[in-house]
């Protein structure tokens, strides 16, 4: 096949599964149907072509391009021998239901009211009842996980995990181990804000678990800070201020229909770069809803801004952590006193107060991350048999708290993505200083900063974050300091 065919049926392929998993999230579709699409482009990952894809990678190791091809060949080739476990764990949650006072909740719909009931004893027997369901495709997961690995070593590679380490040109173990200062300093910090934090929650320090955290995250006592009627206002607000209004991103689509199939979870879904991007949210009301918009925003925003003109593998496909630092780095406005004070009218003792609460769910999502991590080599290197236990000792040391076993296998994304988020947050740090240092504090508000963003979404997916460092932002490349130094700023 020739290379131009190839990457246009790489695109169109790419757009309809997109499509597929934007009408599911939306609510817009009750079943997820991604096998029909593997089957009609098949040829793209059959295992000659990925090899071949695999082959090229390796005799120019200099070609990005060739890298971000074999990454996507050998992901898809892995995604269609498992689709059917896939779309089976999908579907089943999508038609799953949790009985709560007399009612069949929908298993998509259980967080929302977890996180709004303040009896800790009835939030218990809810997640209970919720982590019963979730069990149920456990066996589902666990296959698709030895599929995996047992792909990978028919490829050529040693295992999964290295797998990804050569395609993305990581060191997960080194990485892990890089992270051990920031859990070492901020230890004591953790506890500290965790114990303060938890008093909201009203429940025995002894007995608490991640359904208690998730109330605490909520935050409903900042609900007033945060009007409903105020959100999407305030995002176009902000971005015109950058001299990027959404009128002159026609790409755009924002979603924030309430629908029941919904997902509860936002996303954005890159249909078409830069043509046709939706940023997709299931308001619940309050902080978490500007969290969760700006977030998705800074994805979107990503995506809409890329060079059309940019051959498919940097417009689609690459490090995800460049496009998770864009949506960090918008999330974080959210947090920001000056940002706050601004454009919500918060007064700046609240705005303080708001900040210090926005700090403490970003180190507990850190933390998480970084056991998630730990945890997650030992589960591809072993398998997942017996690795309930190891999830729930690794995360409960680092968390301090009651981690439920039976998310072994439902707190685990494809491709190790955690290490992405990981270097996203690493990376934001340090773009967000150097966005400070060159633009103000006030950077938000400054057309050139807008420009300097848009050069860097510009060049699509093309560079890793490491190499933003060093090439845009004057670093020597990835510096955890930055990081710890913030989460540290209590």
């Known amino acids: 096949m020739a290379e131009s065919t190839f990457t246009e049926r790489a695109e169109e392929f790419y757009a309809k599964l997109m499509r597929e998993h934007y009408e599911v999230g939306a609510g817009l579709k009750a079943d997820l149907e991604i096998a029909p699409i593997y089957d009609s482009y098949a040829d793209l990952f059959s295992e000659p072509s990925v090899k071949q894809r695999i082959g090229s990678m390796r005799r120019d190791r200099a070609s990005k391009e060739a890298r971000h091809l074999a990454d996507f060949s050998v992901s898809s080739y892995i995604e269609n021998a498992t689709k059917e476990l896939t779309e089976a764990i999908t579907n089943a949650e999508l038609k799953a239901t949790v009985e709560w006072d007399a009612q069949q909740v929908p298993y998509q719909n259980v967080h929302s009211i977890l996180v709004r009931e303040p009896d800790y004893k009835r939030r218990h027997e809810l997640e209970h009842r919720r982590l019963a369901v979730t069990v149920k495709q456990n066996p589902e997961r666990s296959r698709r996980i030895i599929a995996q690995d047992d792909l990978a070593r028919g490829l050529g590679f040693a295992s999964y995990r290295s797998l990804v380490e050569e395609l993305r040109d990581w060191d997960l173990t080194q990485f892990s181990k890089a992270l051990d200062p920031?859990?070492?300093?901020?230890?004591?910090?953790?506890?500290?804000?965790?114990?303060?934090?938890?008093?909201?929650?009203?429940?025995?320090?002894?007995?608490?678990?991640?359904?208690?955290?998730?109330?605490?995250?909520?935050?409903?006592?900042?609900?007033?800070?945060?009007?409903?009627?105020?959100?999407?206002?305030?995002?176009?607000?902000?971005?015109?201020?950058?001299?990027?209004?959404?009128?002159?991103?026609?790409?755009?689509?924002?979603?924030?229909?309430k629908r029941p199939l919904k997902s509860p979870r936002a996303f954005c879904a890159p249909v078409r770069v830069p043509k046709e991007v939706y940023l997709v949210i299931k308001p619940v009301g309050g902080?978490?809803?500007?969290?969760?918009?700006?977030?998705?925003?800074?994805?979107?925003?990503?995506?809409?801004?890329?060079?059309?003109?940019?051959?498919?593998?940097?417009?689609?496909?690459?490090?995800?952590?460049?496009?998770?630092?864009?949506?960090?780095?918008?999330?974080?406005?959210?947090?920001?006193?000056?940002?706050?004070?601004?454009?919500?009218?918060?007064?700046?003792?609240?705005?303080?107060?708001?900040?210090?609460?926005?700090?403490?769910?970003?180190?507990?999502?850190?933390?998480?991350?970084?056991?998630?991590?730990?945890?997650?080599?030992?589960?591809?290197?072993?398998?997942?048999?017996?690795?309930?236990?190891?999830?729930?000792?690794?995360?409960?040391?680092?968390?301090?708290?009651?981690?439920?076993?039976?998310?072994?296998?439902?707190?685990v994304d494809d491709a190790f993505y955690v290490a992405a988020y990981l270097r996203a947050w690493i990376f934001e740090r340090q773009l967000e200083s150097f966005l400070e240092e060159h633009f103000g504090e006030g950077w938000y508000e400054s057309r050139d900063a807008g420009g300097f963003l848009r050069s860097l979404w510009a060049i699509g997916m093309r560079d890793s974050v490491a190499e933003l460092a060093r090439t845009r932002v004057g670093a020597q490349g990835l510096d955890i300091q930055p990081l710890v130094a913030e989460l540290a700023d209590f």
């Open 182 to 257: 920031l859990l070492a300093e901020t230890e004591d910090i953790f506890e500290d804000q965790l114990v303060k934090n938890l008093g909201n929650a009203r429940v025995p320090r002894g007995q608490v678990d991640t359904s208690d955290i998730a109330y605490v995250m909520r935050a409903p006592e900042y609900d007033p800070l945060f009007p409903g009627d105020r959100l999407v206002p305030l995002f176009e607000k902000t971005v015109t201020q950058m001299a990027m209004p959404l009128e002159s991103t026609p790409g755009l689509f924002l979603d924030t229909d």
């Open 287 to 411: 902080q978490d809803d500007y969290r969760a918009l700006f977030h998705e925003a800074g994805h979107a925003e990503h995506f809409t801004h890329i060079d059309p003109g940019l051959p498919f593998a940097f417009r689609y496909l690459g490090e995800e952590a460049v496009s998770e630092t864009f949506a960090f780095l918008f999330e974080h406005l959210t947090l920001n006193p000056r940002w706050l004070v601004d454009y919500l009218r918060v007064p700046l003792r609240d705005a303080e107060k708001y900040r210090r609460f926005g700090l403490f769910n970003k180190l507990w999502l850190v933390r998480r991350y970084a056991a998630k991590l730990r945890y997650e080599l030992l589960l591809h290197d072993q398998g997942p048999e017996g690795m309930d236990t190891a999830y729930r000792d690794i995360l409960g040391e680092i968390l301090h708290v009651a981690i439920p076993p039976e998310r072994y296998l439902d707190d």
